[in-house]
C-alpha cells in the first residue's frame, strides 16, 4: 500500500501566543487534522518497534483489526524479539522479519505502510522521526519525548514528510470519552459551568516495583551502552530514571491531563507542582506528584488539580472529574470507575434520560447520621451513568482511526501536532516541583 | 350411590393420577437433561440515542440463552470442583457420570413420557436420583437432599399407581 499525504500548513497557527496555541484544542480534532489521501487497498504493512510490555497491549488490541499485515518486528532484547515474532506468527500464520536496530530494518524492508512505536520514552523521537523520514506512517506511544525539544522534533517531521504521525493518547478514540465531550459537556452543557477539574491515578506500592528478569536472558553490556541503558536495570526500569522519561506524571498523568485539555479546548496558563521520594528514597523522579494548572476559559477560570501517587492506590483509582456548577462527570477508561452527578439545584434530566443519553442510577440511601448538621450540609447530587460502554480493548478505536487515517478514510483524533499541545504544559511539571515554584506558560513554553 | 359407581369413578381418578404423575415426571426430567445443553452468548449492542443507533460506537452487552452440544455440562462447573475435592468420589467415575447425566435424563423422561416400559424407567429414574442424592450428601447440601427425596416420592407414587397407567407404547416391564 502507498500513499503520499496532503500537508495543511499551520505556520500561522505556529506563531500565535500561548492563548491561540489552544485553537485547535477549541476547534475540535477533527477539523484541523489531517487524513491521508488515496485509494484504499487491502493490506497495510506495519513494522513493530519495540515489542516490550506496551507494544504487546497494541499488537493485541491490533490483532482485532482486519487487513493488517505485520511485515517485521524491531526489539534490541532478543527475549522480546522472539515474543514478538512468535506472537505474530500465531496470529497471521508467518513469520515476520526480525530486527534488533531500527536503522537495518528501514533499510532492509520493503514496501512497509506503517509503524508502530512502542519504545523507551527517550527513544519516540527518535524512533517516529526516522520512520517518518523513511516515508512511513508512525503511531507512537505517548508521552511523545522525554523532552520537549524532542516532541517538537516530532510535529516538525510529520509536517515536512507529510505523512500521519498518531500519538497514542488512546482515550481522544474512545466513544465513552468522544460522546461526553460532544453530546454532554458541549451539546447538552449538563455541567453547566466548569469551574474545577479534579484528576487522580494511586497505584499501590506493590505495582510500583522494580521490574526484574532473568539474568540468563540479558543484554550484553555494549548492546545496551549502543542503545543508551547503563545497564540491564536501567533498560527494565527506564521510568524512573531522569534521563530516559519523564517520571510517574507522564507515564500515568499524560492521559489525563491530556484529557484536562482537550475537555476545556485551552491550554493552562500556568503550572504548580510539589513531588517528592516518599517511599522509593533511591528513584530519580518523585515517586508522588501533586499539581495544580489554572486555566482561562471562555466561561471563566478553571483549577485543574492533579495527583499521581506510585505508592498508594486508595481514593478510588484513575479517573479525570470535571465539576461544574450543575453537574459533575467524573470520567475514566474504566467503566467502572466512571460516574455522572447532577446538582439539586440543576435542570431535570428526564428528557436526556428518555432519550437515552444518560441512565439514571439506583439512588443512594439518605443517611441518617447523628454527626450531620443540616446547615453545614448540601442536598446529595443524583447518580447517573452514560449509556453505554466500550466494547473492545481501550487501545483499540485509536489504533482503527490511525488505520482508517491511513487508508484515508478519517482523520487523526490525536496527530502529534494535537498531542503537542496537549502534552507541553506537562513538560513543565517536573520543573516546577523541582524548584517549588510556579511556572507561568507562554508560548515559548507551549508551541513548537 | 351404586358400587361400580364409586369404583369406576376412583378408577378414572387413579388413571388421572397416574397420568399427571408421568408427566410432571417426564416433563421434569426431559428439561433438566435439556438445561445441561444451555449456555448463553454475550452480544453488543449498539445503544440507542434519540431513536436512533449511537455513532460513536457505544455498546450495551445484551445476553441471549441459547442451546447447543458444545455448551454441555452434566454436572455444573462449581459442583464439580467440590466433588473431586470428595476422597469417596472417584474422577473416572465423575467423569463418566458428568457425561451420562443429561443424556439419561432426557431418554428416561422420553421413555415414562411414551409409557415405554414405564415401571423399568421409573426404577431407573430413581436410581439415578437416588445416585445424585448421595452426591449432595457428599458435599452436605442438606436442601438439595430433601428436594430430591421428594422427586423420591413422586417416583414411588408413579410406580405404584403405573398399573392404571393408560396410552403407553409398551406395557411390559
Same mark, same amino acid.
Request: aromatic fraction near 10%; include cysteine.
Given at each position: ?9 499551520? #505556520? +500561522?497557527?505556529? $506563531? ?5 496555541? $489552544?485553537?485547535?484544542?477549541?476547534? %475540535?480534532?477533527?477539523?484541523?487534522? #489531517? ?6 487497498? +487491502? ?22 483489526? &482486519? $487487513? ?15 515474543? %514478538? ?25 520493503? $514496501?512497509? +505502510? ?62 465513552? =470519552? ?10 447538552? @452543557? ?22 526484574? =528478569? ?33 517520571? &510517574? ?33 533511591? @528513584? ?15 466561561? %471563566? ?39 455522572? =452527578?447532577?446538582?439539586?439545584?440543576? &435542570? ?22 447523628? +454527626? ?21 480493548? &481501550? ?21 502529534? @501536532? ?8 506537562? =513538560? ?21 | ?9 376412583? !378408577? ?9 404423575? /408421568?408427566?410432571?415426571?417426564?416433563? /421434569?426430567? *426431559?428439561?433438566?437433561?435439556?438445561? !445441561? ?44 470442583? !467440590?466433588? !473431586? ?13 458428568? /457425561? ?11 421413555? *415414562? ?25 457428599? *458435599? ?12 423420591? *416420592? ?11 397407567? /393408560? ?7
Amino acid at each position: 500500500m502507498k500513499m503520499e499525504t496532503s500537508v495543511i500548513s499551520r #505556520r +500561522d497557527f505556529i $506563531g500565535k501566543a500561548a492563548g491561540g496555541i $489552544g485553537a485547535g484544542l477549541v476547534l %475540535g480534532a477533527p477539523n484541523i487534522l #489531517r487524513a491521508a489521501q488515496g485509494e484504499a487497498s +487491502d493490506k497495510i504493512h506495519v513494522a513493530l518497534v519495540g515489542f516490550g510490555k506496551q507494544g504487546k497491549v497494541l499488537f493485541d488490541a491490533m490483532s482485532n483489526i &482486519p $487487513g493488517l499485515h505485520f511485515q517485521a518486528v524491531c526489539d534490541i532484547w532478543d527475549y522480546n524479539l522472539k515474543g %514478538g515474532i512468535a506472537k505474530v506468527r500465531a496470529l497471521q500464520g508467518h513469520t515476520p522479519k526480525g530486527y534488533a536496530d531500527i536503522d537495518e530494518m528501514l533499510a532492509t524492508e520493503k $514496501g512497509l +505502510d506503517a509503524a508502530i512505536v512502542a519504545t523507551p520514552d527517550f527513544w519516540h523521537s527518535p524512533h517516529t522521526v526516522k520512520c517518518l523520514e523513511a516515508g512511513l506512517h508512525v503511531y507512537c506511544e505517548k508521552m511523545m519525548a522525554n523532552t520537549i525539544e524532542g516532541a517538537r522534533a516530532m510535529v516538525r517531521a510529520m509536517e515536512k514528510t507529510g505523512k500521519l504521525c498518531q500519538i497514542g493518547h488512546q482515550r481522544r478514540s474512545n466513544p465513552r =470519552y468522544r460522546f461526553t465531550l460532544e453530546q454532554l459537556i458541549k451539546g447538552n @452543557r449538563i455541567c453547566g459551568q466548569i469551574v474545577n477539574i479534579n484528576g487522580q491515578w494511586n497505584r499501590a506500592v506493590s505495582s510500583s516495583q522494580d521490574i526484574g =528478569y532473568n539474568p540468563k536472558l540479558a543484554i550484553k553490556p555494549e548492546v545496551l551502552a549502543r542503545y543508551g541503558f547503563k545497564d540491564m536495570h536501567q533498560f527494565m526500569n527506564w521510568r524512573t530514571y531522569r534521563d530516559l522519561s519523564g517520571g &510517574p506524571i507522564s507515564d500515568l498523568g499524560a492521559h489525563q491531563i491530556d484529557i484536562f485539555n482537550w475537555f476545556l479546548g485551552v491550554p493552562p496558563k500556568s503550572v504548580f507542582a510539589s513531588g517528592g521520594n516518599d517511599y522509593f528514597k533511591t @528513584r530519580e523522579h518523585f515517586d508522588n506528584v501533586m499539581t495544580i494548572f489554572d486555566y482561562e476559559t471562555p466561561q %471563566g477560570g478553571v483549577r485543574a488539580f492533579y495527583q499521581v501517587l506510585t505508592t498508594t492506590s486508595a481514593g478510588g483509582g484513575y479517573y479525570e472529574s470535571f465539576m461544574g456548577t450543575e453537574a459533575t462527570i467524573q470520567i475514566s477508561e474504566r467503566s467502572a470507575f466512571t460516574n455522572i =452527578y447532577r446538582e439539586s439545584s440543576a &435542570p431535570s434530566w428526564d428528557g436526556l434520560v428518555s432519550r437515552g443519553f444518560l441512565k439514571r442510577q439506583a439512588a443512594a440511601p439518605k443517611a441518617q447520621s447523628a +454527626d450531620a448538621i443540616a446547615s453545614y450540609e448540601s442536598a446529595a447530587p443524583e447518580a447517573y451513568a452514560l449509556p453505554g460502554d466500550l466494547s473492545k480493548p &481501550p487501545h483499540q478505536p485509536h489504533l482503527e482511526n490511525f488505520f482508517d487515517a491511513v487508508r484515508g478514510k478519517a482523520a487523526l483524533t490525536c496527530d502529534a @501536532r494535537h498531542a503537542f499541545e496537549s502534552e507541553a504544559p506537562i =513538560y513543565w511539571v517536573n520543573p516546577s516541583a523541582l524548584s517549588r515554584q510556579p511556572i507561568n506558560l507562554t508560548a515559548e513554553h507551549l508551541s513548537v | 350411590m351404586s358400587t361400580e359407581s364409586c369404583c369406576g369413578g376412583n !378408577k378414572l381418578a387413579l388413571v388421572f393420577a397416574s397420568m399427571l404423575l /408421568r408427566l410432571w415426571l417426564a416433563m /421434569r426430567a *426431559i428439561q433438566t437433561g435439556i438445561e !445441561k445443553y444451555a449456555g448463553s452468548k454475550a452480544s453488543q449492542e449498539a445503544v440507542n440515542i434519540d431513536g436512533a443507533a449511537n455513532s460513536y460506537g457505544l455498546t450495551a452487552s445484551a445476553s441471549v440463552k441459547q442451546y447447543a452440544l458444545e455448551n454441555y455440562h452434566g454436572v455444573p462447573q462449581a459442583l464439580m470442583e !467440590k466433588f !473431586k475435592a470428595e476422597p469417596l468420589m472417584s474422577e473416572a467415575m465423575l467423569r463418566l457420570y458428568d /457425561r451420562v447425566l443429561g443424556p439419561a435424563l432426557i431418554v428416561l423422561g422420553v421413555t *415414562i413420557l411414551l409409557g415405554i416400559a414405564s415401571r423399568a424407567s421409573l426404577f431407573l429414574l430413581g436410581l439415578l436420583y437416588i445416585s445424585l442424592t448421595w452426591g449432595l450428601i457428599l *458435599i452436605k447440601q442438606d436442601e438439595g437432599v430433601a428436594w430430591l427425596g421428594v422427586h423420591m *416420592i413422586m417416583v414411588v407414587m408413579a410406580l405404584v399407581l403405573a398399573e392404571h397407567n /393408560r396410552f403407553t407404547l409398551l406395557k411390559k416391564w
